[in-house]
């Protein structure tokens, strides 16, 4: 069964410091998408990057970098510099092509606490 | 160009009582879910649609119902309303089959006391 794990509950870092999400996931399907979102205290889901399962090269956007590892079944998500507003809940998620709902398969959250 | 929106916002409601939340997208997408998120938790699919005229039991779909007459609606019914009920529920919809991401909406935040 697919399924998605978000080990890390919280953490705290200072600013400026680097930080490391990581997500492992489960699935029997080839084809997948995999997601990572942000939910800010004000609590909207803010999407931040999709990548499908035949994508495996790294991507950086910003502070923002992804490193995809099929191999381990991990989609882990980095920011570099963080800031004060990057505290925020971040979530992990996978949807298979081959479930014919479509559906998103959510971790259960890491909670980021950047602090001044 | 709206996406998805979803009423109210908050509520507040009474052990047993009843309310459908509303949600609406404008982007004629055939998929559309409902997710609950307890405090402190990821989001769990309570049900989804892959069309008008469809629909399924998501994770947690015990003291819910659903309905989809039209591509653009899919509202969810609360009936006897119980504490456990309590949580921030999101819509969410998709072209699905992998084109392009899902749109949330901005949730519903509901307390039942």
């Known amino acids: 069964a697919q399924k998605v794990t978000q080990a890390q509950t919280e953490i705290s870092v200072v600013e400026k410091e680097d930080v490391t999400l990581d997500c492992v996931y489960e699935?029997?399907?080839?084809?997948?998408?995999l997601f990572w979102y942000k939910q800010p205290p004000s609590g909207e889901l803010v999407f931040l990057i999709r990548?499908?399962?035949?994508?495996?090269q790294n991507e950086i956007s910003g502070r923002y970098s992804w490193n995809f590892q099929k191999s381990t079944s991990s989609f882990n998500f980095t920011i570099t510099a963080s800031q004060v507003v990057d505290s925020a809940v971040y979530f992990c998620?996978?949807?298979?092509?081959?479930?014919?709902?479509?559906?998103?398969?959510f971790g259960s959250g890491t909670r980021l606490l950047v602090r001044p | 160009n709206a996406g998805v929106t979803q009423t109210p916002k908050f509520r507040i409601l009474k052990i047993g009582q009843s309310m459908t939340l509303q949600c609406a997208q404008d982007?004629?997408?055939?998929?559309m879910y409902w997710y609950r998120q307890d405090p402190g938790m990821g989001l769990k699919l309570i049900y989804y649609s892959v069309g008008a005229g469809i629909t399924d039991k998501g994770e947690v779909p015990n003291g819910y119902n659903v309905s989809r007459s039209t591509t653009e609606d899919f509202p969810l019914r609360l009936e006897l309303a119980a504490p456990s009920q309590t949580s921030v529920y999101f819509c969410?919809?998709?072209?699905?089959?992998?084109?392009?991401?899902?749109?949330f909406g901005s949730g519903t935040r509901l307390t039942v006391v």
């Open positions: 982007m004629n997408h055939n998929y």
């Open positions: 990548r499908n399962s035949f994508d495996e």
């Open positions: 998620a996978l949807s298979e092509m081959e479930d014919s709902s479509y559906k998103l398969i």
């Open positions: 699935t029997r399907d080839t084809t997948y998408y």
């Open positions: 969410a919809s998709s072209y699905g089959q992998g084109k392009g991401g899902y749109t």
